[in-house]
């Protein structure tokens, strides 16, 4: 896996994933940036979610379970001083389907948190605090 990441202007760098994506990432206009895009710190946030929801989504299908939707909201704390590291970061599923198993959908949400998700089992090893939970929303027919 590579990435480059390119300065523009100020403090906007355009991130190039290796598969060929990219995206703008920005400070605060207190730290010379535009706000035009998230920032890399965001943007780790954000990229833990995404590997976790790809795990439950992933688990739950294997499970025959009948997702329809599935909404990770993620909050974190950051040390006061620098580097201001993610101390605790809080993961709250609420998973939408027809039929579905709360025992299925707790297993799935287990399973990325010790076993699957990269992003989650690195962080937590640097020693972030995470912390998940989960809402199962059961639409009737």
């Not at 940036?33 to 998230?38: D, H, I, K, V, W």
């Not at 909404?71 to 950051?78: C, G, K, N, P, Q």
């Not at 027809?98 to 699957?116: D, I, T």
């Not at 992003?119 to 059961?138: P, R």
Request: glycine residues 10%; proline residues 3%; hydrophobic residues 40%.
């Amino acid at each position: 896996m590579n990435a480059s990441i390119k300065w523009t202007d100020g403090r906007q760098f355009l991130a190039e994933s290796g598969s060929g994506h990219s995206v703008v990432m920005d400070g605060n206009p207190d730290n010379g940036g535009r706000n035009t895009g998230p920032r890399p710190m965001e943007m780790l946030l954000m990229g833990l979610g995404g590997c976790t929801s790809f795990d439950v989504i992933q688990i739950l299908e294997k499970a025959r379970q009948q997702v329809t939707d599935c909404h990770a909201e993620l909050s974190a704390e950051r040390a006061d001083s620098v580097p201001s590291v993610f101390t605790k970061i809080h993961v709250k599923f609420v998973v939408t389907g027809r039929n579905l198993k709360e025992s299925q959908v707790k297993r799935a949400v287990e399973l990325s948190a010790e076993k699957y998700c990269s992003a989650s089992l690195m962080l937590s090893a640097g020693g972030v605090e995470i912390s998940h939970s989960y809402e199962v929303i059961d639409i009737v027919a």
